[in-house]
T-cell receptor, first 114, second 111 residues
Framework: EAQVTQNPRYLITVTGKKLTVTCSQN?????MSWYRQDPGLGLRQIYY???????DKGDVPEGYKVSRKEKRNFPLILESPSPNQTSLYFC?????????????FGQGTRLTVV | SQQGEEDPQALSIQEGENATMNCSYKTSINNLQWYRQNSGRGLVHLILIRSNEREKHSGRLRVTLDTSKKSSSLLITASRAADTASYFC???????????FGSGTKLNVKP
């Protein structure tokens, strides 16, 4: 089954403790991206990747890192999480830059930083 | 920010009625897409309309795009309780690979 898989689905952590949210897709898609969703703000793009080893900042990259060493994986790293990073996070992938194709979304990771 | 606005923020209708939601954006776009989100879950693609198209249909969905007004609308006809969800428009700007979402419309269809 074609899918985007995020792990974990739920995470509670403490301020400053490094964490990684994994994202994997099995559709051989080139384009992957991360979003955060906050009440009243919709979804905002954090980082995106056009292909392996090619990543770039979205609208709200501060406090996040990403890497794209393999085509299928695009982990999101929070080196020193803070409470303002408490949010619902989504990973998405598409065959190419999804301006002309649909994006496939993971089920989300609900992160709480205390 | 290039984030779009949607209205209404919330809409409550009876089953069988039509639901219309609107999206406005700030600058020229490549195309515009609509997504549905059920209760905090992942988004599901509904329809894509290109910047040179004015109207598109898919089943009970009708999307219009007015590039002169920088706006789009999504019409769901003969709504069902299963249509209860949040709806988001999404778009990219010319020559950019960043994507922006509207603020969303929360639709409640009462049986």
């Amino acid at each position: 089954e074609a899918q985007v898989t995020q792990n974990p689905r739920y995470l509670i952590t403490v301020t400053g403790k490094k964490l990684t949210v994994t994202c994997s897709q099995n559709m051989n898609h080139e384009y992957m991206s991360w979003y955060r969703q906050d009440p009243g703000l919709g979804l905002r793009q954090i980082y995106y990747s056009m292909n392996v080893e090619v990543t770039d900042k979205g609208d709200v990259p501060e406090g996040y890192k990403v890497s794209r060493k393999e085509k299928r994986n695009f982990p999101l790293i929070l080196e020193s999480p803070s409470p303002n990073q408490t949010s619902l996070y989504f990973c998405a992938s598409s065959p190419t830059s999804w301006e002309n194709t649909e994006a496939f979304f993971g089920q989300g990771t609900r992160l709480t930083v205390v | 920010s290039q984030q779009g606005e949607e209205d209404p923020q919330a809409l409550s209708i009876q089953e069988g009625e039509n639901a219309t939601m609107n999206c406005s954006y700030k600058t020229s776009i490549n195309n515009l897409q609509w997504y549905r989100q059920n209760s905090g879950r992942g988004l599901v693609h509904l329809i894509l309309i290109r910047s040179n198209e004015r109207e598109k249909h898919s089943g009970r969905l009708r999307v219009t795009l007015d590039t002169s007004k920088k706006s789009s609308s999504l019409l769901i006809t003969a709504s069902r309780a299963a249509d209860t969800a949040s709806y988001f428009c999404a778009y990219s700007l010319y020559n950019f690979n960043k994507f922006y979402f509207g603020s969303g419309t929360k639709l409640n269809v009462k049986p």
